[in-house]
């Protein structure tokens, strides 16, 4: 079945870096465009980024410049490279997939961002 593992994630101050990794399985996963969302307390799921299977990509204005999503095929493995990390990106981040008008979900992972 489908598998999506998140990680990454962790505790940082404003300004620094990380990057967040999602292993996917169960899937011929370059044939797959994936995404990254994130997920505040008290807020709707919001995506951040996409990428598709060619590469091309997508981020919110929230992240532009500061995020970079990434897919590496041959370790089936999308990347989310944060730098410049505000309070405001403090949430648990979620892999998906959209596979035939169903979502796969990662089990997410805490970004905590300190000012």
């Known amino acids: 079945q489908v598998q999506l593992v998140e990680s990454g994630g962790g505790l940082v101050q404003a300004g620094g870096s990380l990057r967040l990794s999602c292993a996917a399985s169960?899937?011929?996963?370059?044939?797959?465009?994936m995404a990254w969302y994130r997920q505040s307390p008290g807020k709707q799921r919001e995506l951040v980024a996409t990428?598709?299977?060619?590469?091309?990509?997508v981020h919110a204005d929230s992240v532009k410049g500061r995020f970079t999503i990434s897919r590496d095929n041959a370790k089936n493995t999308v990347y989310l490279q944060m730098n410049g990390l505000k309070p405001e990106d403090t949430a648990v981040y979620y892999c998906?997939?959209?596979?035939?008008?169903?979502?796969?979900w990662g089990q997410g992972t805490q970004v905590t961002v300190s000012s």
């Open positions: 990428i598709t299977t060619s590469g091309a990509t």
């Open positions: 998906n997939v959209h596979i035939s008008s169903t979502d796969f």
């Open positions: 169960g899937i011929l996963f370059r044939f797959y465009g």
